[in-house]
C-alpha cells in the first residue's frame, strides 16, 4: 500500500499559469518534504515542514510556495511557472527517531511537470 | 551545511561487484543513508550506518567511518536492474532535512 501518494503523476501547466501539486501520507509523520529533481541531477529540497513549522530553503525562489493544512496533506504551489520550473518534484516524509534523527525517508511516486 | 561527495558515474558487468565511495562534511552527524533512484521513479532506502563498520543487507552493504567522514555501498553479484542512480545522503544538525549528494550513475551491462 501507498504510503505517500502524489497526485498528479504528471502535469502540464501553461507559462505562468499557477500550478499546485498534492500530497498525502498515511505514516503519520511529522515531517513532510519537497524536492525538485532535474534530469540526471540529485534530488534539491526546495522546503519542509515540521509539524506546522515551515522551513524555507535559502535559494528556494519565491515562485514556490507551500501549505500543511494537516499532518496528511501538504501542497507545492507554483505561482508562475517557467521554462526552467519543468522537473520532477518528489515528496517526502521522515519522523524522528531517538536519539533525535530519523533513519530514513519515505518518497512519494514525483510529479513529473511540464511546462509549456 | 552539508556537502556530500561520490563519484558521478561507474560502470561494470553483470556478477561483479562495485563499491560506491561517498565522503561529507556535515555540521551534526547522526548517519549516513544511501538510496537507489531508477529512472523516472522516486528515491528508495537502501540502508543507514549511524555506526562505524558494515551493514549487510542481501547483495548490497554499507560502511561507514565516522573518523574520516567516509562511507561506501558495496553492491556484489551485479544484475542489470541494479542500473540506476545511487545517493548517499545526510539529514541536517536539527534532523528534519534529508540533504543528498549529486548522485553516481551505475551502468551494468551484460
Known amino acids: 500500500d501507498a504510503m505517500v501518494i502524489q497526485n498528479p503523476r504528471y502535469q502540464v501547466t501553461q507559462f505562468g499559469k499557477p500550478v499546485t501539486l498534492s500530497c498525502s501520507q498515511t505514516l503519520n509523520h511529522n515531517v513532510m ?13 526546495l ?9 524555507n530553503e535559502a535559494d528556494t525562489p519565491d515562485n514556490f510556495q507551500s501549505r500543511r493544512p494537516n499532518t496528511s496533506f501538504c501542497f507545492l504551489d507554483i505561482r ?13 516524509t521522515s519522523a524522528p527517531s531517538p536519539p533525535g534523527a530519523p533513519t530514513e525517508a519515505f518518497f512519494g511516486q514525483g510529479t513529473r511537470l511540464t511546462v509549456v | 551545511g552539508q556537502s556530500l561527495e561520490q563519484p558521478s558515474e561507474v560502470t561494470a558487468v553483470e556478477g561483479a561487484i562495485v563499491q560506491i565511495n561517498c565522503t561529507y562534511q556535515t555540521s551534526g552527524f547522526y ?3 544511501w538510496y537507489q ?22 547483495r548490497f552493504s554499507s560502511f561507514l567511518s565516522r573518523s574520516d567522514s567516509y562511507g561506501y555501498l558495496l553492491l556484489q553479484e551485479l544484475q542489470m536492474k541494479d542500473s540506476a542512480s545511487y545517493f548517499c545522503a545526510v539529514f541536517n544538525q536539527a534532523g528534519t532535512a534529508l540533504i543528498f549528494g549529486k548522485g553516481t550513475t551505475l551502468s551494468v551491462s551484460s
Do not use: I, R, V
Open chain 2, 31 to 33: 548517519g549516513l543513508s
Open chain 2, 37 to 58: 533512484q531508477h529512472d523516472g521513479g522516486a528515491p528508495t532506502f537502501l540502508s543507514y550506518n549511524a555506526l562505524d563498520g558494515l551493514e549487510e543487507t542481501g
Open chain 1, 33 to 45: 518534504y519537497w524536492y525538485q529533481q532535474k534530469s540526471s541531477q540529485a534530488p534539491k529540497l
Open chain 1, 47 to 55: 522546503f519542509h515542514y515540521y509539524d506546522k513549522d515551515f522551513n
Open chain 1, 80 to 92: 508562475s511557472p517557467g521554462l526552467g520550473d519543468a522537473a520532477m518534484y518528489l515528496c517526502a
